[in-house]
């Protein structure tokens, strides 16, 4: 993992350095919380309809200096996952965050997963008393790198009304749920779709292979593969140039530790400019 360096003086942060030319306000948001680098509000408003009744859509919102990155819930070969706690929140039953489709960046320490720019966490939210309020209270802590990577810790707050779940999520907020692979009881005909996977334990070259069609093209595309309880597996490489809408990926698996991936069930996420999807893979 890379190295995290102190932070040096706050006043290195100019509005200048940060996105400008974010949306407009949301009818319900959170202060702005000021990070060297960064920035983070809430953000909330819409009823989802692919979750439990009365689950309200909310979000966190970041917006990172140019140049800077942030990371997915898989950080890669380096980096920290966001991590977020809801505990000092009242009259709440469940809080989702969901992650859109992030992307790929290479730099001197290997290749890492995340966002650049401004990106939206969206959150759902299901009240314990749908007839209440809910006061959202989060502590984040995040990593935002660069040629550095400095660890970042904010806190946000914003109460919810229970009217906020009356019409359906909109805005930047529905565009961000939009973004989130979608599995394959939900996938839209723009979706990547998993296709021939090979599974490979056994013998000196162990490895997994991927075919993926991506529709509209696989320049671009992208594959990521998780697995569960922290376990280490090495990120997937083009397996040669892609070819109209189809492209084979590689996962090389001789450093990885077999008897610990065997018969686990990892979580494919497939992403293009056009669209995303998940879906699992055996590993035996």
């Not at 702005?32 to 979750?51: H, M, N």
């Not at 280490?232 to 610990?260: C, H, N, S, Y």
Request: some cysteine.
């Amino acid at each position: 993992m890379r190295r995290f360096l102190p932070i040096v003086a706050a006043g290195m942060l100019s509005c200048s350095l940060l996105q400008e030319a974010a949306a407009d306000s949301p009818p319900l948001a959170s202060p702005w919380a000021e990070q060297q680098f960064a920035r983070a509000r809430l953000i909330a408003g819409g009823r989802v309809t692919d979750a439990p009744p009365g689950t309200i859509a909310a979000g966190i919102e970041i917006e990172l200096a140019d140049g800077w990155k942030t990371y997915w819930r898989n950080p890669g070969s380096s980096g920290v996952p966001p991590l977020f706690d809801w505990s000092a929140t009242s009259n709440l039953a469940s809080a989702e965050v969901r992650y859109p489709a992030p992307a790929r960046y290479g730099d001197r320490g290997g290749d890492t997963i995340g966002y650049k720019h401004r990106l939206i966490f969206p959150l759902l939210v299901r009240p314990a008393d749908p007839q209440r309020g809910v006061p959202l209270d989060v502590s984040i802590e995040f990593g935002v790198c660069k040629d550095i990577c400095i660890p970042m810790q904010t806190h946000l707050t914003l109460t919810i009304p229970p009217e906020a779940g009356k019409d359906p999520v909109a805005g930047d907020l529905g565009s961000a749920l939009d973004r989130v692979p979608r599995p394959l009881s939900a996938r839209r005909p723009s979706d990547p779709k998993l296709g021939k996977a090979t599974v490979v334990l056994d013998g000196d070259k162990p490895v997994i292979r991927l075919d993926a069609t991506f529709p509209g093209g696989a320049e671009g595309a992208d594959i990521f593969i998780e697995v569960p309880d922290g376990l280490w597996i090495p990120m997937t490489r083009r397996d040669g140039a892609p070819k109209g809408d189809t492209a084979k990926f590689v996962v090389d698996l001789t450093e990885a530790d077999i008897a610990d991936l065997k018969g686990k069930t990892a979580r494919i996420t497939l992403v293009s400019p056009r669209g995303q999807s998940e879906t699992s893979l055996r590993l035996e």
